[in-house]
């Protein structure tokens, strides 16, 4: 499988293969019409991300590609009804796997995810997919059109390792979600979510939150599911809120354990 990274729509060059996987950095999207056209390649599959990052350079501007052999095999399906799409990936060595980033069934594709493969030997890696202002559209595509709240995965027969780490630590809690449904937090340890949010981070902090700066603050104060299974908790990054409600990305599990 041949990776190549571009840094301008005009440097993209004709592949060998029929059939490709694309990583665009959002401010080339809308061109994406233009690279199809350059690869010269006949299926034509992607993920929208914010950056990209080869051989150890940001880039925030960049198209990154895959090759495909003819043995590979590409499904997207949607987040809450995946079943039929990873039963067919079961003979793969590795799975790439690309989400809807801000979709509210990720925990539900997880799920689904980890009953499938629970006694399987295959490989998983991937990230979600989205934008910088994460704005609900859709940011997985392939030749025809574009999707939301879905999955593209890609079973191929090559082996990876994989190793992550977000680096992030635990400055205030442990809290309780007390009421939740999909992506909105309504209350944690009994009260109203932002109410305890915003006492939070002005006790931690200093920081004052508003309608307006928001969402700066908070992406740097993102939320921590408690994991069982890894050292690290697991990451939610707040999008807004909706009166006294916090929106997350992906959604949270009502007594979830969770620290800011």
Known sequence: MLIEVFEKLEDV???????????????????KHVLKANLECRDFYGVVVPYIISNRKFLGSGILVFS??????????????????????????????????????????????????????VK???????????????????????????????GVNCEVDVSIGHGWKPIHGPLVVTKSKDNLIYEINGEPALKVYKRALKEIANVEISEENFCEVAHAFPLGIVS?????????????????????????????????
């Open 13 to 31: 060059r004709p592949i060998e293969s029929e059939r490709c996987l694309v990583l665009i950095t959002e401010d080339l999207w809308e061109k």
């Open 68 to 121: 495909l052999d003819n043995c590979a095999k590409v499904e997207i399906t949607p987040l809450d009804k995946p079943e039929e799409s990873l039963k067919l990936l079961r003979t793969f060595k590795t799975i790439l796997l690309f989400v809807d980033g801000i979709s509210p069934f990720i925990d539900t594709f997880v799920s689904k995810l980890n009953q499938i493969f629970e006694d399987s030997k």
């Open 124 to 154: 998983i890696l991937g990230t979600g997919g989205g934008f910088k202002k994460l704005s609900k559209e859709p940011c997985l595509f392939d030749g025809e059109k574009a999707f939301k709240d879905c999955a593209l995965l890609v």
């Open 228 to 260: 069982l299974r890894d050292k690290e908790c697991i990451l939610r990054n707040f999008i807004g809120f909706e009166g006294d409600a916090l929106i997350v990305a992906s959604s949270i599990p009502v007594f979830s354990s969770v620290f800011i």
